[in-house]
């Protein structure tokens, strides 16, 4: 019973090996998912899509909800010291009695501070309310290479850039061939989309 042990415990191991590589690899899932959307959606696009060829996908960089909504802060706190800044300027024209000085001005730019100051108390609630979801990613980015006949009817590779929804869809947000039309914070956070159209 002894000699058998070794050779038990050695076959555990290779069947808890063999058990562990079979499982499912996350980011190739992911991969897989993204490289299925993209393609269902570009080859009814294609001039000829019997000729499309994948070359590659590579994950470049992904953006957490906690970067979208740093990024928002900062927007709107710039706007903010922006109308508080003109604000002073115009008591500065009204103290020298300066034709510059203009009462409507000052009106428009105290509902600014005003909206841009309930703007931001939101965004903090939202933040709050989402906790550790912050941590969260809101978004993938990708670099999308293919070949494809063009019109002449030559093979032609062609780059792209592809933003996407976190899973479980990994829904297609963006798809640009240049990447300074690349969105700078893709999918916000939940609940500021709702939010911000009651400040447009």
């Known amino acids: 019973m002894k ?3 070794p050779l038990f415990w050695v076959g555990a191991v290779f069947l808890f090996s063999g058990l562990t590589s079979c499982g499912s690899n996350p980011n190739e899932d992911r991969q897989n998912i993204v490289k299925t959307n993209l393609e ?3 080859l009814k696009k294609l001039h000829a899509p019997d000729s499309y060829q994948f070359g590659a996908l590579e ?13 928002h802060k900062n927007f709107y ?7 508080k800044e003109g604000l002073e300027r115009q008591q500065k024209y009204k103290e ?9 001005k000052v009106n428009s730019l105290n509902a600014e501070v005003k909206k841009y100051e309930t ?10 309310q989402l906790g550790e979801k912050t941590n969260d990613v ?4 990708y670099r999308f290479t293919f070949k494809s ?5 030559v093979l032609s590779e062609y780059k792209y850039l592809v933003q996407t929804k976190p899973g479980p869809d990994y829904k297609i947000i963006e798809l640009v061939q240049n990447e300074s039309q690349a969105l700078l914070h893709p999918n916000d956070f939940p609940g500021f989309t709702e939010m911000i159209k009651n400040y447009n």
């Open 77 to 83: 706190s710039l706007n903010l010291n922006g109308a």
């Open 149 to 153: 006949e063009n019109t002449q009817g």
């Open 138 to 141: 809101a978004s993938y980015t």
């Open 96 to 104: 020298e009695k300066s034709s510059m000085y203009v009462e409507e």
């Open 40 to 42: 269902s959606s570009l």
């Open 3 to 5: 000699k058998l042990l």
């Open 59 to 71: 994950l470049v960089d992904s953006v957490l909800y906690k970067d979208n909504v740093t990024y």
């Open 119 to 128: 703007i931001l108390t939101e965004i903090d609630k939202l933040t709050e």
